[in-house]
T-cell receptor
Framework: NAGVTQTPKFQVLKTGQSMTLQCAQD?????MYWYRQDPGMGLRLIYY???????DKGEVPNGYNVSRLNKREFSLRLESAAPSQTSVYFC??????????????FGPGTRLTVT | AQSVTQPDIHITVSEGASLELRCNYS??????LFWYVQSPGQGLQLLLK??????LVQGIKGFEAEFKRSQSSFNLRKPSVHWSDAAEYFC???????????FGSGTKLNVKP
């Protein structure tokens, strides 16, 4: 099992460009999440999907959109990138939830720089 | 408002010494409590979690944590630190029925030989 995979690993964008971060899990998990990690701020939840076909906003959703394409895949889109979106992005999944007591399994992250 | 507080940004301990990392949360009800570890350039891995029952929970890699309701705390401990424990540690809190989940800002652990 690969667990949670993310592509790309690194990306540099210019302000105003768009891009989609891809995430896939092979653990048959129902719930999936997108976080951003900034120095000194821990991880903050952007969006989550409790199950296939549903998505909900987290703590910092502005400037992002998501798609739960199927049970395996959950993508994050930046429509018009801004320097404030420079961050490391993590995708995670859990067996059920969302949240509750279920362990979240994390991908390796995507380091995004917006110039 | 910040829901999870990790007051120590950096901690340095000698190899073989004991370790305690602090975590406090601000919700009134008992939330779900987690500790995750992140090695440099990696994703996060669960060390342990608490959601009910015995307030002292055991995790992987020799870590344990104790939930203290009266202090709204969930501190992480290890009796003897190994050099491989150097990493960043995150406390996390899930609030059931509110679909809220928050991470603390993290504590970076350095281990001196």
């Amino acid at each position: 099992n690969a667990g949670v995979t993310q592509t790309p690993k690194f990306q540099v964008l210019k302000t105003g460009q768009s891009m989609t971060l891809q995430c896939a899990q092979d653990m048959n998990h129902n719930s999936m999440y997108w976080y951003r990690q900034d120095p000194g701020m821990g991880l903050r939840l952007i969006y989550y999907s409790a199950s296939e076909g549903t998505t909900d906003k987290g703590e910092v959703p502005n400037g992002y959109n998501v798609s739960r394409l199927n049970k395996r895949e959950f993508s994050l889109r930046l429509e018009s990138a801004a320097p404030s979106q420079t961050s490391v992005y993590f995708c995670a999944s859990s067996e059920a939830g969302p949240f509750e007591h279920y362990e979240q399994y994390f991908g390796p992250g995507t380091r995004l720089t917006v110039t | 408002a910040q829901s999870v507080t990790q007051p120590d940004i950096h901690i340095t301990v000698s190899e073989g010494a004991s370790l305690e990392l602090r975590c406090n949360y601000s919700y009134g009800a008992t939330p779900y409590l987690f500790w995750y570890v992140q090695s440099p350039g990696q994703g996060l891995q669960l060390l342990l979690k608490y959601f009910s029952g015995d307030t002292l929970v055991q995790g992987i890699k020799g870590f344990e944590a104790e939930f203290k309701r009266s202090q709204s705390s969930f501190n992480l401990r290890k009796p003897s630190v190994h050099w491989s424990d150097a990493a960043e540690y995150f406390c996390a809190v899930g609030v059931y029925n509110f679909n809220k989940f928050y991470f603390g800002s993290g504590t970076k652990l350095n281990v001196k030989p």
